[in-house]
């Protein structure tokens, strides 16, 4: 049920979406306006329809439950009641084994999104060099209970690897805030120019 | 002309032109297999070295790369969910599933054996096409093009699994981000809350990498395994995929003709084939309840177009110096640094250069699959790797993949914004590749019907070329609801 309600938000904000696209359009010129009305209003068809099966599933999952409900009520309660069965469309009891528990689950897809946004902050503060290495081992050391050693390689070749782009392939990457408000660019640079220094003469 | 076939492949096996090739091949396989560093870059970067070096040499080491990344492009699309080039990003549809269920190895044979088929039949069908392509492309104008990615975007339809209607949907939403941007007719903003960073519209690789990379690792740490969740031991099923391949050979070589044709389109390429051929592997399979969940049929297609694509690429730009792609942009910079001038030269005097970039497609592409083979069993023990282990490395690449897109932090969050989208898709069954159909297809299709309005004003619809095109489109949108409803009332009169 809670599936089919979310999808139901989803279809009214796309219609609200495609309404905004619309009518975004109607004072730019002609051949501005041409295409986005082009396309957006059969779009915006298409999002209406889709709204009104996402009405008739809400719906009618909503009188199967009054109908499964009024049954159990006029049964005689003879024998126990089984176990609660996962509901048909819970997307965890499909993505996970069945050895894990959907709860833990859900709680762990909530972490690793959360992860997903320390890590962008880590990227955006520190550049990639420090930052993706840094944040790696607090996940694998602190929050994944890893050995110090499985955590050390990983972060490791993860600092080689930046290391290669930045010298090998010459792919720029951001130096992050921190570095740039301290006007000393990439934190490595004077360590890693010693080294460069030390090694190729240049 | 068989002297200069022969030429052409005696060329590719002298010294230091076979050496610079293994050497292309060494960087295309890095750069296919990790994600976020496109071909595109690697080509643009490797472009001044090939200054001192003799022409053939350098189509020699230029092609060799190129034409190996989008094959190990299929390996980290299969082992990581991750597409190491946004031309393999149809691959992760049935060929990370396949991982996930313990078959890496028959993916990746069956990856790696297509890619070999595509890149032969594409690198044949360009040594046979060049002296019949220039009545074809010349007899292709604007509204042929825009009638071409309008029977593009009907394989939505294909695409879309057991929900059509959500799949029309979400093409469509794909097809209305593609209009963020300025718009190219008047230069006016469409859709960019002020923002610069969204002048150039948004990047195809954040959103397909976020799409379909950021869903898989929240799974994967959801289950707390390692990507495959069951194992197979020796990994015993390379051969199976290889076999795969020639069981399927039919698909396979449609397939390859398809990635070869969209090559030749300019503007087209691998992006589009992929996904094309994908939806062609699954609209002409009699049984297709298992695509998407790990059918290997949905990894043979988009794994020979997208190497095919690469001969298919080559024709205009040999034959008219019309580039297909970014890559022939910049391999045809490499045709100017050395004074080759594309055109009837290359199909005369330059004839036995022209097929020696023939030979190097097809000999790049089988030391590569013979190398890929032979350290296959240790490529997908990856998938053995505990998830934790692998989490950080993935988000790495993710965020890396959505910055070098367009350098800015802007796409990097754009990477971020379309995985969680990703993931609300995957949760309320929306179908994600016609999201992607639709972006990629989107800007070719508004720049085509505006120059063909202001070329033919609304008669183009009405050339012969453009009915044609415009009715398969129609059938391949309509056929199969009218089969289905054929089939009902036939069950209907049958029952009487």
Redesign the interface.
Known sequence: MLRRRLDLVLSVLLVLMMVWVVWEARDWPFRTRLFPWMLGIPVLALTLLQLGAAIRNVAGARRAELAAGAAAASAPARRAAPPPAAPIDDPDAAAVPATVDPRAARARGLAIVGWLLVFFAAIWLLGFRWGTPLTGLVFLRYYAGESWRASVIVVLSMYAFFLLLEAGLSVPLPAGVIPQALGIGQLDVGPLSALRQALLGR | MLEAFVAGLLNVFTVPVLPLMLLGIAVGFAVGILPG?GSP?AMA?MLPFVFGMKPTEAFAFLLGMYSVTSTTGDITSILFGVPGESISAATIVDGHPMAKHGEAGRALGAALMSSLVGAVVGAFTLAAAIPIVTPLVLSFASPEFFALALLGITFVAALSGGNR??G??AG??G??LA?VGL?P??G?E??TFGQVALWEGLGLVPIVVGLFA?PE???L?????SIA?TRIGKLGGVWQGIKDTFIHLGITFRCSMIGTFIGIIPGLGGSVAQWVSYAHAVQSSPDQSRFGQGDVRGVLGPGAANNSGAGGALIPTIAFGVPGNLVMAILLGAFIIHGVQPGPDMLTTNLPLTFSMVWVIVVANIVTVAICLLFLNHLAKITYL?A??L???L??LV??GG??DA?S?LA??LA?LF??IGM?M?????PRPPLVLGLVL?PLV?RY??ISYRLYEFGFLLRPLVVLILLIAAAVLFLPSLQRTGAKWRRVWRAG
């Open positions: 560093i870059v970067l209607l959500k029309l949907v469509g939403i097809l209305v209009m718009d007719q008047e006016i469409r859709y950021i690792i929240i799974e740490w959801m289950k707390g395994t969740e505990r934790a282990l989490i950080p490395i988000i790495t965020y890396l910055y070098v350098n932090f990097m969050g971020l995985g969680l609300l995957v949760y309320l069954d929306w989107g508004e019907v505006f």
